[in-house]
């Protein structure tokens, strides 16, 4: 059975410095990643995926994320923060060998402070 | 533009009424999705739909039911809603076939049964 964890609720991280957000997976076949955010009273908007090639894909809002195989990992980075980046973010992962539904983490809070 | 459209945003309703939250995307997408979410926590999957005339229950059980008459209309149905049906109800799409499945999502419907 396929399987996200996020295993911080919250991260904090001061304005300038760089953050991470961390996710770990568990799939039986190849996996397609995701990071979501959602911001107060809004839906997800998504970020950026993984499918395929280069292990270091780009979104968003300077966003990106790095996925490594041999550690079943796809963290989530952004080299300097910024108070808007304050959010909920989601990792998802879906495995085509169990169809089309997307499993999504709990979430990790972001806190950026000015 | 292309879109995906939730209305209300925010309904307060007595316990025993019938509500019915709407979902339309102008996206072309074939596959639709219900999640339900607390307030900042994780979305747990309610509802879910292939295409046209095709609905499957998530993975979290609920008391709603949904249709999908067409293709971009995805409505939720509460027969009697109950305190406990109170939460943030957020609805998406993706595309069909060979692609990757990234979800896009309405600004969600915060639903508060009294």
């Known amino acids: 059975a396929q399987s996200v964890a996020q295993p911080e609720d919250q991260v904090n991280v001061a304005e300038g410095n760089p953050l991470t957000v961390k996710c770990t997976y568990s799939v039986s076949g190849n996996p397609y990643l995701f990071w979501y955010v959602q911001y107060p009273n809004r839906g997800l908007q998504f970020l950026l995926k993984y499918i395929t090639g280069d292990n270091l894909v780009k979104g968003s809002y300077g966003f990106e994320a790095e996925f490594n195989k041999s550690q079943t990992s796809f963290h989530l980075k952004k080299p300097s923060a910024l108070v808007s980046d304050s959010a909920l973010y989601f990792c998802?992962?879906?495995?085509?060998?169990?169809?089309?539904?997307?499993?999504f983490g709990a979430g990790t809070r972001l806190f950026v402070k000015a | 533009e292309a879109d995906i459209y939730q209305t209300p945003r925010y309904l307060v309703i007595g316990t025993g009424k019938k509500i019915t939250l709407e979902c339309s995307q102008t996206?072309?997408?074939?596959?639709m999705y219900w999640y339900q979410q607390d307030p900042g926590m994780e979305l747990h999957l309610i509802h879910y739909?292939?295409?046209?005339?095709?609905?499957e229950k998530g993975d979290l059980s609920s008391e709603s039911t949904v249709s999908r008459i067409r293709t971009e209309h995805f409505p939720l149905t509460l027969e009697s809603a109950r305190p406990s049906h109170t939460s943030q109800y957020l609805c998406a799409s993706s595309e069909s076939g060979g692609a990757s499945g990234e979800q896009f999502f309405g600004p969600g419907t915060r639903l508060t049964v009294l």
């Open positions: 998802a992962v879906r495995d085509l060998t169990g169809g089309f539904k997307t499993i």
């Open positions: 739909s292939y295409g046209v005339n095709s609905t």
């Open positions: 996206m072309g997408h074939d596959k």
